[in-house]
C-alpha cells in the first residue's frame, strides 16, 4: 500500500496516464487516417476497372466511414497538441525549438489530406471515374508524410539529435538532423505497416463478421478480401521489421531492451524469457530459453547482452514486467496476425478463392483487435521503457512535467470524454451500416457526413 | 538587444494565422452560439438549419489554425509557450474542453435519431460555442495585461480573472457572434431566403453593437492594466485601431442600407475583426510577455525559425490550391453522368441471385512445386539471417 500510495503521489504519473490514455484513442484513428484512403482506393481500382458495381459502392461507403473517423482523429489530435503544451512545459519550453520542426510539417499534411478528404467526398458524381481515383492520392501520400513527421518528433525523443545545447539551453537546431534522427527510420517504417495492419485487419474483421452471419454475397467478400490482402501482405514485413528493430534498439537503448527481455544484468547467454513477471529481481512463471536473446540480439550465443544494471536504479525504467508483458503480447499477436495471412494465402496459392470457413472466420474476425491490441502494447514499450527519460538521456519526466495543480481533474474528464468518443468512432459506423442495409437506396443518397457534400434535394 | 529579423518574420506568420483562427474559428463559434439562442424547436428550426448548412463542410478543419497557432508558438517561442501553458492552464484546459464538447455534440447531432436527444447533444454542441472563445479571450487578456510570469510555480488564478481578462473573454465571445451573423446574412443571400437575411442582418448588428462597446470598454481597462500596451495601441498601432473602427461602422452601414454584397461585406467584417488581432501584436512588440519576457530573449534559435519559413511557404504553395478544388467541387452543382449509389445497389445485388463461386480447380503440380521452392528459399533466407555473422 506504501508503494502504491508514494506512486500516486509522485507528480508526473497523472500527467503520463492523461497522456498515455489521448495517444493511446489518437493513434488507432491515426492509423484510418494513414491507411483508410490507399484500401478504399483499392476497391475504387477494382470497380472502375472491372466495372464491379459491389466494389464502387464498398469504396463509396468506405470513404464516408473514413471522414467520420478522420473528423474524430482531427479532435484527438487537437487534443494532443494542447496537452503537449498543458502537461510539458518544461519539455516545449527547453526543446520545443527542435521538437516543433516535426509537427510543423505534420500540420501541412494534415491540412492536406482534411482538405482532400473533403474533395474525395464531393468528387464522387462531380469527377469523372479515374479523375476521382487521382483525387485519392493525396490522401494516401500525406497521411504516409504525416505520419512520417509525428513519428520523426517522437523518434527524435528516443535519439537525440541536431541540437547544440551550451549552459543547458537550445543555441543552435539543425531541422533536418532532427528530423532524421537515428531512430526515424525504424520507428516510421514501424508504425506505417502497423497503421496498414491495423486497418486492414480491423476491416477485414467487420466483414469477417457479416460473412460468418451468412451475408456471403460479392460484396462482403470483396469487403473482407481487399483490406485482409493489403494487411496480410504486410504481416511479414512487420515481422521482419520487428526484428531489426529490436536489434537496433538493443544497440540504441541498451536499457529499454534490457526491460523487454528481461535482461537483468549484463551478461553473454542471455536467455530469451517468454512471459514471466518480475518481483524482487526474479523471474516468476516464465519460460527461458537458453541463450536465444544473446542469439537475436548478436547471431551469436555468446554476444554480451548490456542488462538493466548497467544504469544506476533511478535510471532503470519502473514496471519492468510492464514493458516485458507488453512486448511479449505485441511479438505474440504479430505471429498471431502472420500465421493467419499464411493460412489464406496458402489456401488461395492453391485453390484460387477464399478460405471462408468459420473455423478461420472466426481468427480473422477478431484479427482488428488483436492488430490494435499489438499497436497500443509496443507503444507501451517504447513510451514507459524510455521512462524515466523522456528525452533519452537528456531530460526527465519529472523535470518536464508541469507544476500546475489539477492534472488529476483533467485526466477524470478526458477518460470520461474518450468513452464518449469510442462510443462515438465504432457507433457512427455502426449506425451508418444499419441504415445501408434498411434503408432504400435514396436515402442512402442523402447521408450526411462530416466534410462530404450536402444532400441533393432534386434528382439530376 | 533587438530581435533577429527571422524572430519576427515568424511572429508576423503566427498573428497572421491567429486572424484566421479568429475569422474562421470564430465564425463557426458564433454559428454555435446563435443556434444556443435560437429558440424553440419549432421557431429555432429556420436559422439553425441553416447555421448547419454553413458550418457543415469546414467545421472543423477550422481547428487546423489553432493547432497551427500552438505548434509555431511553442517552435518559435518556446519559453514564452511554456510559461503560458503552464500559468493559465485552467482557462487553457477549459478551452479544450469546449472543443471537444463541440464535436462530441456535433457529431451525435447528426446521427442521433429520436428528437430528445438530437435537442440534448445539440444544446451541448451550442454551450460548448460559448466556452471556447470566452477562455481563449481571459487567455489573451491574462498576456497582455503582463499577469504571466516567465517562470510560473503553477497555476496563476489571478492573472486570467482580472477585469480586463474577463472583459477580453467577453469581447471574443460577442466578436465570434458577430462575424458569424455577417457570414449567415450572406449565407441566407446565397440561397435566397429573405425572411433569414433580415433575421441575421438584424442580429449582426446588435452583435456589432455590443462587440463595439465591449471593444471600448475593454481599451478603457488597458490604460489601468497593460499601460505598455495601451501606449502602443495609442501610438503606433492607431492606424489600425482606427481602420478597426471605420470597417465596423462601414458593416454597420451596409446591414442598415441592406447592401449585402457578397466581397464587400464579407471583406469589411473580415478587416475589423483582423486588424484587432495585429493592433493587439503591434502594441504587444517587443514583447511576448509584456513586459517580462522580450522576443528577442524569447525566440528558438535561427535553425527552427527558418523551418517555420519552409512550412508557412508550402503552406501557401499546397494548400491553397487543394482549398481552390474543394471549394470549386462545392459550388459545381452539376453531378456527371456516373452511376448514383441507387444504381451500384441494384447491380450489386443482382451478385446474389448469381450461383456461387466457380468450382475450385485442383491443385496443380506446377502451382505444389512453386510453393515448396518458395517455403524452401524462405527456410534459406531465415538460416542466413541467424547463423553467426561471416569473419572477413
Known amino acids: 500500500m506504501g508503494a502504491v500510495a508514494h506512486v500516486l503521489a509522485v507528480n508526473p504519473v497523472p500527467a503520463r496516464s492523461q497522456m498515455g490514455s489521448s495517444l493511446g484513442f489518437h493513434i488507432i484513428l491515426a492509423c484510418f487516417g494513414i491507411a483508410f484512403a490507399a484500401i478504399t482506393m483499392i476497391a475504387e481500382w477494382i470497380g472502375i476497372k472491372r466495372g464491379d458495381a459491389a466494389a464502387l459502392l464498398l469504396a463509396r461507403r468506405w470513404s464516408r466511414v473514413m471522414a467520420v473517423l478522420v473528423a474524430v482523429g482531427a479532435v484527438s489530435g487537437t487534443v494532443l497538441s494542447y496537452e503537449m503544451g498543458l502537461l510539458w512545459p518544461g519539455l516545449m519550453g527547453r526543446y520545443g525549438a527542435a521538437l516543433g520542426g516535426p509537427f510543423s510539417f505534420e500540420g501541412i499534411f494534415f491540412f492536406l489530406e482534411a482538405i482532400f478528404v473533403g474533395v474525395y467526398l464531393y468528387g464522387w458524381r462531380r469527377l469523372s471515374p479515374w479523375a476521382h481515383w487521382w483525387s485519392g492520392m493525396p490522401i494516401v501520400v500525406s497521411g504516409i508524410l504525416g505520419a512520417l513527421s509525428v513519428v520523426a518528433a517522437n523518434s527524435w525523443m528516443n535519439s537525440p539529435a541536431g541540437y547544440t545545447l551550451s549552459d543547458g539551453k537550445l543555441t543552435n537546431v539543425d531541422p533536418v538532423s532532427v528530423y532524421f534522427n537515428a ?126 544494471n548497467s544504469v544506476p536504479p533511478s535510471q532503470q525504467p519502473p514496471l519492468v514486467t510492464l514493458i516485458h508483458l507488453s512486448f511479449d503480447l505485441m511479438v505474440g499477436l504479430g505471429m498471431f496476425l502472420f500465421a493467419l495471412a499464411a493460412w489464406q494465402g496458402w489456401w488461395w496459392w492453391f485453390h484460387r478463392r477464399l478460405l471462408l ?56 474528464v478526458i477518460l470520461a470524454l474518450y468513452a464518449i468518443l469510442t462510443v462515438v468512432s465504432i457507433g457512427v459506423p455502426m449506425i451508418m451500416s444499419r441504415r445501408w442495409r434498411r434503408e432504400t437506396p435514396a436515402e442512402e443518397e442523402a447521408e450526411q457526413v462530416p466534410y462530404g457534400p450536402a444532400p441533393t434535394r432534386a434528382a439530376p | ?127 460548448a460555442s460559448l466556452i471556447t472563445p470566452f477562455f481563449l479571450g481571459t487567455v489573451v487578456g491574462a498576456i497582455v495585461t503582463g499577469q504571466v510570469p516567465v517562470h510560473p510555480a503553477g497555476n496563476v488564478l489571478a492573472a486570467w480573472t482580472s477585469p480586463t481578462a474577463i472583459l477580453t473573454g467577453f469581447l471574443f465571445v460577442a466578436a465570434c457572434a458577430y462575424i458569424s451573423a455577417v457570414f449567415l446574412v450572406l449565407e441566407a443571400r446565397q440561397r435566397g431566403r429573405q425572411d433569414l437575411m433580415r433575421y441575421f442582418s438584424l442580429r449582426a448588428t446588435a452583435a456589432g453593437v455590443v462587440t463595439g462597446a465591449l471593444a471600448g470598454g475593454t481599451f478603457a481597462e488597458l490604460s489601468n492594466s497593460a499601460p505598455h500596451v495601451f501606449d502602443r495601441l495609442t501610438g503606433i498601432a492607431l492606424p489600425l485601431v482606427a481602420i478597426s473602427i471605420a470597417a465596423g461602422i462601414a458593416v454597420l452601414a451596409m446591414l442598415w442600407l441592406r447592401w449585402y ?104 503440380g506446377a502451382r505444389m512445386t512453386t510453393a515448396l521452392v518458395m517455403v524452401m528459399i524462405a527456410i534459406r533466407a531465415i538460416k542466413e539471417v541467424f547463423s553467426p555473422p561471416h569473419r572477413g
Open chain 1, 183 to 308: 531512430s526515424t527510420p525504424y520507428e516510421t517504417a514501424h508504425m506505417l505497416l502497423a497503421a496498414y495492419m491495423v486497418t486492414g485487419f480491423v476491416i477485414a474483421g467487420v466483414y469477417a463478421v457479416g460473412l460468418l452471419r451468412g451475408r456471403r454475397d460479392r460484396y462482403h467478400r470483396l469487403g473482407f478480401a481487399i483490406p485482409f490482402t493489403v494487411a496480410g501482405i504486410l504481416a511479414p514485413l512487420q515481422v521482419m521489421m520487428g526484428d531489426i528493430i529490436a536489434r537496433f534498439i538493443a544497440h540504441n537503448q541498451p536499457v529499454k531492451f534490457a526491460a523487454m527481455e528481461y535482461v537483468l544484468s549484463t551478461q553473454r547467454d542471455a536467455p530469451e524469457w517468454l512471459g514471466g513477471i518480475l518481483i524482487n529481481g526474479k523471474v516468476y512463471f516464465g519460460a527461458a530459453i537458453p541463450a536465444f536473446d544473446s542469439i537475436l540480439v548478436g547471431f551469436n550465443p555468446h554476444t554480451v547482452v548490456i542488462g538493466l
Open chain 1, 357 to 412: 470457413t468459420a473455423w478461420f472466420l472466426v481468427p480473422s474476425a477478431l484479427s482488428g483487435v488483436a492488430a490494435v491490441a499489438a499497436m497500443e502494447a509496443g507503444w507501451v514499450v517504447t513510451e514507459v521503457g524510455r521512462q524515466p527519460w523522456i528525452v533519452y538521456r537528456l531530460l526527465l519526466v519529472s523535470d518536464a512535467v508541469t507544476p500546475s495543480s489539477g492534472v488529476t481533474v483533467t485526466l477524470g
Open chain 2, 1 to 127: 538587444m533587438s530581435p533577429s529579423p527571422e524572430a519576427i518574420a515568424v511572429g508576423v506568420i503566427l498573428m497572421v494565422v491567429i486572424a484566421a483562427y479568429a475569422l474562421f474559428g470564430g465564425a463557426d463559434f458564433g454559428g454555435g452560439i446563435w443556434d444556443l439562442i435560437a429558440g424553440g424547436a419549432e421557431r429555432g428550426a429556420a436559422p439553425r438549419e441553416l447555421i448547419d448548412e454553413s458550418i457543415t463542410p469546414v467545421w472543423e478543419a477550422n481547428h487546423v489554425w489553432l493547432v497551427f497557432i500552438l505548434v509555431l508558438a511553442w517552435t518559435a517561442f518556446p519559453p514564452a509557450f511554456a510559461a503560458i501553458m503552464t500559468a493559465l492552464f485552467v482557462p487553457l484546459s477549459l478551452s479544450l474542453l469546449g472543443i471537444v464538447l463541440r464535436w462530441a455534440g456535433f457529431a451525435f447531432r447528426h446521427t442521433a435519431e429520436r428528437l430528445q436527444a438530437r435537442r440534448f447533444t445539440g444544446a451541448v454542441f451550442a454551450s
Open chain 2, 261 to 364: 454584397h457578397a466581397v464587400f461585406l464579407r471583406a469589411t467584417a473580415a478587416i475589423a475583426v483582423a486588424t484587432v488581432v495585429w493592433g493587439w501584436g503591434l502594441a504587444q512588440y517587443p514583447y511576448l510577455l509584456p513586459t517580462s519576457l522580450p522576443l528577442a530573449l524569447g525566440s528558438a534559435p535561427t535553425g527552427s525559425l527558418v523551418a517555420e519559413f519552409v512550412v508557412a511557404g508550402l503552406a501557401v504553395l499546397v494548400v491553397a490550391p487543394g482549398f481552390a478544388l474543394l471549394y470549386f467541387l462545392q459550388q459545381r452543382r452539376l453531378l456527371t453522368a456516373v452511376e448514383s449509389d441507387a444504381d451500384l445497389r441494384l447491380a450489386a445485388h443482382l451478385d446474389q441471385a448469381l450461383p456461387g463461386q466457380p468450382a475450385a480447380p485442383a491443385p496443380a
